[in-house]
């Protein structure tokens, strides 16, 4: 069952990742170190929304986490929508989303993602910069709010960069 789930989950996660073809919206690929996805996270992320100062994305991530002798290691899954505002290439960052992992011991954990931060990347330019604040909210067993951070690195994959 549990494997069930798991394949399942990195099935949704490839359907995701090749889903968007519209060319005319930015996607990116971007490398976070600590932030949404615990320790680090690959991530992909596509533009879906732009008006006047201000553009929707959503991303999904893969990361991999040690957890504890119990849980073994987790594979985390950091689902987010974002709102980037701002003009040109200085951008505020601010997102909600859903970390979903699933140990190798077979246990699932939930936490509910969040960011504010800053984002940079020039206007002709490919590469961009996050520095974020990336609390992690825990709800299922009792409610906590660990303090995290991230900081980020990535590539704009299409060629028409606006």
Do not use: C
């Not at 996660?13 to 680090?40: M, P, R, W, Y």
């Not at 961009?128 to 009792?142: A, E, G, Q, W």
């Amino acid at each position: 069952m549990k494997i069930t789930v798991s394949i399942m989950l990195l099935t949704v996660f490839t359907q995701l990742s090749v889903a968007q073809t519209n060319s005319d919206k930015k996607k990116s690929v971007f490398l976070e170190i600590a932030g949404s996805g615990g320790v680090g996270s690959v991530n992909y992320e596509t533009h879906f929304h732009k008006k006047n100062n201000s553009e929707l994305t959503w991303r999904a991530g893969l990361s991999l986490a040690p957890i504890d002798k119990n849980n073994g290691t987790g594979i985390v899954f950091p689902l987010m929508i974002n709102s980037l505002i701002g003009k040109k290439s200085h951008k505020l960052e601010l997102g909600l989303g859903q970390g979903i992992t699933i140990t190798t011991k077979g246990s699932f954990f939930a936490m509910t993602t969040a960011a504010i931060g800053y984002r940079y990347q020039s206007e002709n330019k490919k590469w961009f910069y996050r520095v974020t604040y990336t609390p992690l909210i825990s709800y299922l067993v009792d409610f906590q709010i660990q303090q995290w951070g991230g900081l980020s690195i990535g590539y704009t994959l299409n060629n028409n960069v606006k």
